[in-house]
């Protein structure tokens, strides 16, 4: 099964603070995203990556950077983090990015807090 | 990407088989139905996708209409861990983007 793990279920911030959620994934998998989801709004997603140093913003990346050293680990980064980032934030991978069977593995979510 | 529509909520009893309807009338061609749940506090889990097939996997069977403007998930068994919010997704082959809508949130009871 593929496994994807978050550093951290819960987090607790202040504002301006600098912000690291850690994603790792375990099934070789080329393509990893960051979402973040809040009420009303579903799922947003903030970054991808299709490669090792590779990426793309997504819809909603103002505020926000990632960073892809090796192929299993994706981090997003919060340069300073502001109370409209309190949300939960979701990482992702799957083995294709188009296709037939280009399904997408969820971790358990970070819930930030930002104060 | 084609918009879906389900119903905001339902129950079921333990052990009986779940129908979750979703509503997919602008589907294209090449969109796919995805269908994933989200149990409380947890992130989305994939349960099962297809295109105009019947398709069956161990977790539950998804049912597409003929004419693929409409598609039923079933949960054959469901039991108390399978509350949770359901949602259907119309994907095109073509897009690594998902668009999750509001989702059935299910809940079966003891």
């Known amino acids: 099964d593929v496994k994807v793990t978050q550093s951290s279920r819960y987090l607790v911030k202040r504002t301006g603070e600098k912000v690291f959620l850690e994603c790792v994934q375990d099934?070789?998998?080329?393509?990893m995203f960051w979402y973040r989801q809040d009420p009303g709004l579903g799922l947003r997603l903030i970054y991808f990556?299709?490669?090792?140093?590779?990426?793309e913003k997504g819809d909603i990346p103002e505020g926000y950077s990632v960073s892809r050293e090796k192929k299993e680990r994706f981090s997003l980064i919060l340069e300073s983090a502001s109370t409209n980032q309190t949300s939960m934030y979701l990482c992702?991978?799957?083995?294709?990015?188009?296709?037939?069977?280009?399904?997408?593995?969820f971790g358990p979510g970070t819930r930030l807090t930002v104060l | 990407d084609a918009k879906t529509t389900q119903p905001p909520s339902m129950d079921c009893a333990e052990g009986r088989a779940a129908n979750l309807p979703c509503n997919h009338s602008t589907i294209s061609g090449n969109e796919y139905v995805y269908w994933y749940r989200q149990i409380h506090s947890q992130g989305p889990q994939y349960i099962i996708h297809g295109l105009k097939n019947n398709e069956t996997n161990e977790m539950a069977s998804l049912i597409i209409t003929e004419d693929r403007k409409s598609s039923t998930l079933i949960l054959p068994h469901a039991t108390l861990r399978d509350t949770a919010v359901y949602y259907c997704i119309v994907r095109s082959s073509g897009t690594y983007k998902y668009i999750f809508g509001t989702g059935t949130r299910l809940k079966v009871l003891a």
């Open positions: 992702a991978s799957s083995l294709y990015i188009t296709g037939t069977n280009n399904e997408q593995f």
């Open positions: 990556s299709y490669d090792v140093k590779m990426k």
């Open positions: 099934m070789d998998h080329e393509n």
